[in-house]
């Protein structure tokens, strides 16, 4: 596609539920990145593939968290046993091969309630 | 690890230059950018640098020194439409990219 596309734009769910969010990157694009942003901070780095595989989930916060690209394409981020504390705007970006810059998604502005 | 620091908020006015500067640690480094951010929206590319020098884009300039570990961005003729946050990120060897807290710019008339 054109641009970096993240869906749903806005999730709103219980605490204790699982939630997925959806990125589908820049069509070629390779590197793909997960960040997740609270207000008055910079993105803060989750996990970040290289084709299909996870070349660096060290941001993971924890178990609950799980990132995949199977195809090496979209990616689907997903929170088991969603806590108040995930609430954030979830961003994913991706570049091309070449590295010289990343594009953004509008992200995902999750409220656990 | 990774540790980047950078001014938390800035306030310059119209028509003005104004200097955001960034210094980095990294396990390796391989490129720092620049973002724009604007309240509500994506974080926009602004510049990169890999090589130490300036990099000029129009009204935003980026100058890198690895030796240094630091990086500024240089917004000049500023307008109002420029208020946003500033990011600084830092790319290590293995591809992780890491983004400071953010500069909160401030344009007064």
């Known amino acids: 596609g054109a641009g970096v596309s993240q869906t749903p734009s806005n999730k709103v769910t219980e605490k204790g539920k699982y939630v997925e969010l959806r990125c589908d990157p820049i069509?070629?694009?390779?590197?793909l990145y997960w960040y997740r942003q609270s207000l008055g901070q910079g993105p803060e780095f989750l996990i970040y593939?290289?084709?299909?595989?996870?070349?660096?989930d060290s941001g993971l916060p924890n178990d609950r968290f799980f990132a995949v690209r199977p195809e090496g394409s979209v990616s689907t981020l997903k929170i088991q046993r969603t806590e108040r504390g995930d609430s954030a705007v979830y961003l994913c970006?991706?570049?091309?091969?070449?590295?010289?810059?990343?594009?953004f998604g509008s992200g995902t502005r999750l409220t656990v309630v | 690890g990774q540790n980047i620091d950078q001014p938390t908020e800035m306030t310059a006015t119209e028509g003005a230059i104004v200097q955001i500067n960034c210094t980095y640690q990294t396990s390796g480094f391989n490129g720092l950018f620049w973002y724009q951010q604007h309240a509500g929206e994506a974080p926009t590319f602004l510049s990169y640098n890999v090589l130490d020098g300036l990099e000029e884009k129009g009204r935003f300039s980026s100058f890198l020194s690895r030796s240094k570990g630091y990086s500024y961005l240089l917004l000049k003729e500023l307008q109002m439409k420029d208020s946003a946050s500033y990011l600084c990120a830092v790319r290590n060897q293995g591809g992780k990219l890491i983004f400071g807290q953010g500069t909160e710019l401030s344009v007064k008339p």
């Open positions: 593939f290289q084709g299909t595989g996870a070349a660096d």
């Open positions: 970006a991706s570049s091309s091969k070449t590295g010289e810059g990343y594009t």
């Open positions: 069509s070629g694009h390779t590197a």
